[in-house]
């Protein structure tokens, strides 16, 4: 966090509680059902190929009232599914995803840009292959509903990586470097236990 | 019996000879199916059916074709095995007793040499509809690996499911209106 110049750690964090009293932070869980990255990659200039990960798993923090929020996620590399057994093979190699030394890979944010209520944009760090490299991912959609006596928030994001940016260079130039990730999201208001 | 095959030979050869422009496999490693879906007005679900066949006559001298591909519904995946046992269901695509779908498509439109629009028909649950497959992108190249010519791009169609009779949590768990993508190359033959 960049310190406000002037100003003690203790009254910084004073000045934070005031302005997000009244704003509580809510979390939200990815629902599996709902919650899934495709990748998209161009092939000879051609044709779009694409994958699917998840689902994928982590927590989702919102504070829509003061504009902030976090995420943390985590993908199961291993688990790509392009629906091709031989491709998801290809594509778990040390070239590309290195699925045995890497098993996960994972996104990690707390710069959130909202639009009103809604979340507009995510900026945060993608940990791929072992490498960090910065990611955004712009809201396509994003919305909230009350399902089942519940909140859930969700949208559908995307954001664009180079491939070699995080040492994935199987079949490069051929197959694109520039890989878009379109990422499916639903995360659900724990309920209170009412037992 | 001799003589019938070779009388078969011939006309293979004649058929080969007539389509000038060319007669492809669709490559079932680099085609994907996929539908998106809205859910709940709150994310996009993609479902993808896995096992498609088809192939692809096409000359661009002419600026014809005529695609025909087949898709297996049993191999609809979402990620979600009790969604996928769902969409199987009576309820949905209705896989026992409509084990396929088949789009086919007679008119090509181009722009130069480069195809932007296959119209045709869907058949899905017993029921044919117009559908015209735009594409957002279409490239031929020569494989280097198979060292023959390959076509393909990235086509897409908005459709109204319930015109096939796919009405299920219609409309607020899911709109009429899904978007079809078909990622697609083919391997002249």
């Known amino acids: 966090m960049r310190q406000h110049r002037g100003m003690k750690p203790t009254a910084l964090l004073l000045a934070l509680v005031a302005a997000g009293a009244g704003a509580q932070p809510t979390s939200y ?10 990748f998209e990659v161009l092939h000879f200039g051609t044709s779009t190929s694409s994958g699917r990960f998840g689902p994928i798993a982590g927590v989702v923090t919102l504070d829509r ?13 291993a688990g790509v599914d392009t629906g091709l057994p031989v491709f998801n093979a290809r594509l778990r190699q040390p070239d590309l995803l290195a699925s045995t030394e890497y098993p996960e890979a994972y996104f990690v944010a707390r710069n959130f840009r909202f639009q009103g209520e809604r979340v507009a944009e995510v900026r945060g760090e993608f940990t ?18 009350e399902d089942e006596g519940t909140e859930v928030c969700g949208g ?28 499916q999201v639903e995360g659900r208001r724990p309920q209170p236990d009412r037992r | 019996m001799n003589r019938l095959i070779a009388a078969a030979a011939c006309a293979a050869t004649l058929a080969s000879a007539q389509a000038e422009g060319g007669n492809y496999a669709i490559d079932p490693t680099h085609t994907f199916v996929s539908v998106e879906v809205m859910h709940f007005g709150t994310s996009t679900q993609r479902v993808r059916f896995d096992r498609k066949e088809g ?47 088949t789009f086919v498509g007679s008119r090509f439109s181009f722009v130069g040499d480069r195809v932007t629009e296959v119209a045709g ?36 169609a908005v459709i109204q499911r319930s015109l096939w009779g796919v009405d299920d949590g219609l409309p607020a768990v899911a709109p009429d209106n899904v978007r079809l993508l078909v990622q697609v190359e083919a391997i002249k033959q």
């Open chain 1, 29 to 38: 869980v990815l629902d599996p059902a709902h919650s899934f990255v495709h």
């Open chain 1, 65 to 77: 009232g003061a504009g902030r929020g976090e995420v943390s996620l985590r993908i199961d590399t």
């Open chain 2, 121 to 156: 028909t869907l058949t899905m649950r017993g029921k044919t509809h117009p559908v015209a497959l735009k594409a957002t992108r279409f490239n031929c190249y020569l494989n280097p690996i198979f060292k023959r010519e390959v076509c393909g791009g990235d086509f897409e």
């Open chain 2, 55 to 101: 192939r692809v006559q096409f000359d661009r001298t002419s600026r014809s074709g005529r695609v025909e591909i087949t898709i297996d519904m049993a191999s609809v995946n979402s990620g979600v095995a009790p969604f996928d046992s769902h969409l199987r269901s009576k309820d949905i695509l209705d896989v026992a007793e409509h084990p396929t779908a």
């Open chain 1, 128 to 145: 791929l292959r072992g490498v960090s490299q910065p990611l955004s991912l712009h809201a396509r959609h994003f919305a909230c509903r």
């Open chain 1, 156 to 183: 559908d994001f995307m954001g664009e990586i180079l491939r070699s940016d995080f040492g994935a260079t199987y079949l490069l130039p051929f197959v694109a470097d520039r890989v878009r990730l379109l990422v």
